[in-house]
Structures are given as C-alpha cells and as structure tokens.
C-alpha cells in the first residue's frame, strides 16, 4: 500500500510539495475518488495526499451567492450550504456524497446541469492552489470581474492534478429554481432532433436539458424495465426536454413544440409522477444497458455539424468490425455530448482497442472531443495526442513544466511528462 | 514611427514570430486600439502585429449557436453576423466599432453584459493562437464540453498578448432578448441597495443590469444636463435595475420590487420613453463628470462584504487628502464593479500619484481588484505586484516564460520579464 499523507491547511499542503520535491517522490491528490480515468491513484509508487481534513465550507455570502470550500468537502455539503442560505450549486451529478470540490476543479466536473448552469470552471471564481514548485497561488476573495492577468483558476481546473494541488475554491451559486416542466418529443430522426434543439435554445427561457434517446435504446430499456413505452410505434429519435419558470414552463414549451417542424410525437407532464414516467427511457438507460453486460463506455463530445451523422454512422460501424456487439446511443444532445456504449464484445483486449480505435478515432476525425466529461487520467493519454494537435499538447507540457519543474504532481496522468 | 507588419493568416502570424524570434525584436499585437492602459501600444522599438487582414467571419452554426472571428473582426461585425441568424454576441460596449475580437480576447472584454453573460471568456469556446515560442494552438471546433487537458483558449483570454497572438476564436452565441423593463429605484444607505440586489438576482428571472448611482452624483447629472430628477429629494443611493421577458419583467420587477426592504421610491417604465429617463441618470454620468473637467478614473471590483464600506468612505478619504477634488463613484454593482472619477484635482504628478494610491491601496486592502475590466497593460504593473500575491505573480511569470521564452510577445506589458 502506498503511503498517505493528509495535510489539514495550505501552508501543510505546501509543506509535504516541499518534502516530496526534496526527496523527488511524487504525489496524487485524492478526493472522492470517483473519476472514471484512474486520474486519482497512484500507479508508480505516489504517495496520496488526500483533502479529507480540507473540508470546511467559508464565507458563505448571501448578497453575492458565493461560498469558498476546502478541497475535502463534498459536492452534497456544498449543495447544502448553499440550499441553507436560499442558493443553490450550479453543478449536480450521482456521486454527490463521494465527489469533492478538490477533485471537481481538477477534473472540471459536469453533470446534469451543464447545459443551463456550465461545468465547474463556469461556477469558479478563484483557487487556493501549491504548485509542484511550492508556489501558493491565492485568490479568494469572489471578485466576478478581475482582469488582473492570467485565469489561473480556469487554469487548475481540469488540469488533472499535474500543476499542483488545490487547496480551496471560491464558487460562485445560482439562484434556486422555480417550477419545472418536462416534455418527451418524437422525431423522424437525429437531424431534426438536433435542428429542433437549436430552436428550443432560443425559443424557452430557462430551458435546462435536452436528452435523447434512439429506437434501438427506447426498446431495450422497456424490456429491461418491463414499462410500457410512451409513444407506439416508438419514434426513431425521442428528446426528454425540461424547463424551469418563470414562465410557466409547461406553456412556453407547449408553445414551442407547437411550432417546431417534424415533431412525431409529444407529450407534456404536468405533474411530478407523469414528469418521473418521460425521464424514465433516459434515467434508466445506463442500468437498463448495465443488465444486458458490462459495457464499454465512451463519453465524447461532436461539433453540433457533425453529430447526426455521427450517430447516424457508428452503430453499424462498430457492429460490421464486432458483428456480435450491441452499440447504444445517448446523452446530453444539446451540448453535442454523446454517450456511446458497447456491449456484447469478446472479452479480448485485440477486440475492446480495435472497438475504443474505431469509436474514438470516428469521434476525432469529425473534430470532436474524446473526453466530453471524464478527461484523459492515465487512461487516455494515448488519444490526447491524436484529439488535441501537436501546438496545444506543446503548450499543454510547457505550462506543466513552468509549474511543475521536478514532475512530482500527478505524473503519470494526462500528460507525458519528462 | 516603429514597423508594423499586417500577417492575412495563422501561418503568416507564425512567420512574423519566428522572424521576431531569430532577430530578437518584440511585437505588440494591435487590433481596434481602444484599450484604456496602453496594451497595444509599442513602447520600446516593438513592431506592431496588426489583425486588420484577419477579419473573416466563417463557420456560424445555426443549431449550436457558434460562429468563428478572425482576430480583426470588429465587435459589430461578431454581432451582425449574429444577428443574422437569430442569435446575438452576448459581449457590448460602446467602442464596438473599433474594438476587435483579437483584443477582446487579449483582454477579456466586459461591457454592459457582464451581468447577464459573462465577459469575453465566457463567451469563448476556443482559440487559434500562435505563442511566442512559435507553436500553433488550435481548438476551433465549439466543443461546449471538452476535458482533453487545459483550457488554453481561456488561458490566452485576459493575457494581454504576452504568451503569444491571438488569431482565430470560436466565440457562443446567446438567445435574443425578449421583451425589456427598467427600475429606478432608491435607498437610504448602500448597504440595502447592495442588499436588494442580492434579492433582485435569485427573484427576478433576466435580470440583466443593476446600476447604481449616489445622491451627489445625481445632483451633478441634474445639473449638467439640466434635467429634473425622476425623484425629488433625490434618495441618497439610486439603482437602475433592468430585466428582460419572459416572464413579463415588468410584473416581475414590480412584484419583486414590492417585497424588498428599504425602498424609499420605485419608478417602473412600461414604455421605451421613460426607460431612457430612468437610465439618464447613469448613462449620462460619464459625459457629465466629463463636462466639469477630464477626471482621474478607477475601474475596482469590491467583493460583496467591502462595497458598503468602501462607497461610504472613500469620498471622504480623497476628499481630506486632496481638498480641491470632487469623488465620484458609479458603477455595476451587481458585479461589485465600481467607478472611481475624480475631478478638480491639481495637475502634478506627485498629486495624482497620491490619489492614485490611495484609492487603489483602499482597494487592494479591501481585498478587492484594482482593474477589474480594463486590465494591467503599461499603466498599471506596480499595482499588479501589489494586488496579486506572490505565488501568483510568480506562477503567471513562470507561464509567459513557458510559452513566450524569449520575451518577444508584449514584453513590456503586464508582467516584468526578464
């Protein structure tokens, strides 16, 4: 087992930086531990240092909706504090109890609410962060409009734990919602589906999710689930649409569906329990897909341009090069985040990269992103260098190299460090 | 009058670095030339990189709501071509003619919808760059959800040209506005107008400004323009508040406005015509002050917890040092953004340098932000060192190190290089 260590202030986090470049032994930060691209464990003798004596939330201020929280305190106390002072956190995913605000600014967490609210770097207004060169960056004090030099909490977040180690973040709140509609739309097929996002962006204020749902995952989920499905004949391509009012939401998206083109079907909740009965082919399609096998999973993100055909492409492609596998498609359309998940693969590693290779260089070639959410960890590093071109993973190293000189913040992730 | 060269594209802006690197000329990259601290000014024999050959508008996506700027497109350009696809820039100021996009990344452009949308960087779904070690950075695509390493686009953003040059940006487009409202609306003291706008923010939905004005400030408008006051006495604290549809903002502004503590008066325009007489006193504020004398001017950001006490006493503080001066102070405080303009002041440097630290230092002490739109530039790098701690200054030392290792892009702004 590899040791760890748990520094309980900056000024101790300084101090293990300190020790580790002394002895040249590296170090991962630790949170929750709930990335999904071994981002957070130690592969080659780090230590861990982990945030869970870093948890208090601070300066919580009503009049700005701001609060400032130690890296150890979890996304659910962050939401708390926040619900406790008539705000609420911008960002919400399942592994609330788990995640922390440490690792959610080192990975740039998202989650359901990306679309309306942004991913953690939107709700950033500053870090406490120790470069691996032992710098104390700081800058807490919740200033929206700043331009006093670089972003250096935009740059932390996401950087994955290779340029230091935070400490604390300053987040910035939302105000809390009103009431909320949802709508299940049928379309003929994802063009429409994704011109009709355009509109709705447009058209609904306080539009807060555009999910879609194909056929193919429709029927698996209502034989997995053994549930009726809304619509028969199921449409090709179906969106779960929700709303927030003011305005009533239920009339402006009412409205809305009346006017959009090449809508099959549509159905409006107007209560909880019919709200629960549309989100259901969405809500339960990973565990619906989980039943029928462990599937390979992709999170990648297309250019708004590229996405119908992308989706119109890849389940044939991946069931002609492994004829016995099964492609599902889904996700969070109005961002151009797809989710795509395998199952039915041979469990042969030749198999599971030739299917990753086709998927992630489909998503490449059509200038997308590899890594929508999860970012790059130990376990794509490989693609960062066929996603990104050569000039941003030369600048990328750099930045690494001017705040990490000896290379002991989470070394063997993201990057390949020298 | 120092050489400028006028590169048409990223490889041409790539040729013009590596000649300034083998020949060990700096370069200040030059868009519209509209910035308030001498940013784009060459200083020391620099030549100058002018965007002005690189000013296409390509790429706009309908569905998505994204288009692609060359870096000497003018900010009225970016919001035609907006315009003319049902979307809008969600970025305005009043130098929009001038002001180019590659400026407006350089310095992380604010305006009058800050508030609402973010500065530039909000804005800014990525760059094409060429850094001063020559590298070119590209990421045009408009992944609204990318986790494959650092945000560079929002690192270039507000770096005032010293990591490299600015030449392609992705930027996001916002729904149009809907139906507009405006308020004026009057307190006894800051502290319940800065309170009130905290209310404003979670219960009126589109809020897109709150301004706000001081009783003396009033008077003078009055005075300038010779125009009556909307309320007479004049309260000691006005705001103007504005909040576009739907929901109909001027019932939701007039129920919020209800339930607030500490109004002393309310005006709600129902009609464009009285909206322009509720704002007067802020729109004209700048042009008033103008018409007693050329004021000295501060752009400081208060964190929410300071605004009170700052605005309460450091009219009274510049006063006692310098008797012959008038303080004026304006600005957005939902934003905690506040203009400082002092007038009547002695024309010596000794004074004006007195001033000047007084206010800033005040600010600084504050814990607020000593620019908090215009950025450091020539004018102000003292000031950086001391608002920002040293951890900081030393990181963003090390980064323009990284990118620009031979100091050629804008050495002579933001940052002291060696």
């Known amino acids: 087992t590899p040791a760890a260590v748990r520094p ?6 300084r101090a293990v930086v300190e020790a580790c470049r002394r002895s040249g032994t590296p170090l991962v930060p630790q949170g929750g531990n709930t990335g999904l691209v071994g981002g957070s464990v130690p592969l080659a003798g780090e230590i861990v240092l982990s945030s869970e004596r870093m948890r208090a939330i601070t300066d919580v201020d009503l009049d700005s909706g701001q609060l400032t929280a130690g890296a150890g305190a979890t996304l659910a106390e962050v939401q708390s504090a926040a619900s406790a002072v008539g705000w609420r956190y911008g960002v919400d995913f399942a592994a609330r109890d788990s995640a922390t605000v440490g690792g959610m600014v080192a990975t740039n967490a998202g989650g359901v609410r990306v679309f309306r609210h942004g991913s953690t770097r939107r709700q950033l207004l500053g870090v406490e962060a120790v470069t691996g060169a032992g710098l104390v960056v ?6 929206v409009k700043d331009n006093t030099g670089y972003d250096l909490a935009g740059l932390f977040c996401g950087s994955e734990g290779t340029l230091g180690v935070v400490c604390r973040a300053r987040l910035a709140l939302v105000p809390p919602p009103g009431s ?3 709508a299940l739309v049928g379309f003929h097929d994802v063009s429409s589906a994704v011109a009709a996002t355009g509109l709705l962006r447009r058209w609904v204020p306080g539009l807060e999710a555009v999910e879609m749902v194909l056929r193919a995952g429709a029927e698996m989920v209502a ?3 053994a549930t009726d499905p809304v ?7 179906q969106l779960v649409v929700e709303a927030t009012g003011p305005p009533d939401p239920v009339e402006a998206l009412g409205a809305a569906l009346e006017s959009l083109d090449g809508v099959l079907d549509a159905a409006v909740a107007t209560d909880a329990a019919r709200a629960a ?3 259901h082919v969405r809500e339960t399609h990973t565990e619906s897909i989980a039943r029928i096998g462990t599937p390979l999973k992709y999170d990648v993100t297309l250019p708004s341009s590229a996405l119908s055909h992308f989706c119109a492409t890849i389940v044939g492609e991946v069931t002609e090069l492994a004829p016995s596998t099964t492609t599902w498609i889904f996700g969070h359309v109005a961002d151009g985040n797809i989710h795509v998940n395998v199952t039915g693969y041979q469990e042969e590693p030749d198999e599971i990269r030739r299917i990753e290779h086709l998927i992630l260089s489909s998503v490449d070639g ?25 000039g941003d993973v030369a600048a990328m190293s750099a930045i690494a190299h001017a705040l990490d000189p000896d290379a002991i913040c989470n070394p063997n992730v993201l990057l390949t460090r020298s």
């Open 277 to 279: 009965a549309l989100w």
């Open 8 to 13: 309980g202030s900056t000024e101790e986090v």
């Open 223 to 225: 034989e997995q689930t």
């Open 180 to 182: 909320m509609a949802t």
């Open 138 to 143: 700081s800058r807490l004090d919740g200033l």
């Open 231 to 237: 619509f028969d004949p199921i449409p090709p391509v």
């Open 366 to 390: 059509a200038r997308g992103s590899v890594s929508a959410e999860h970012g790059i960890g130990t376990a794509k590093r490989a693609w960062l260098l066929v996603n990104r071109c050569d």
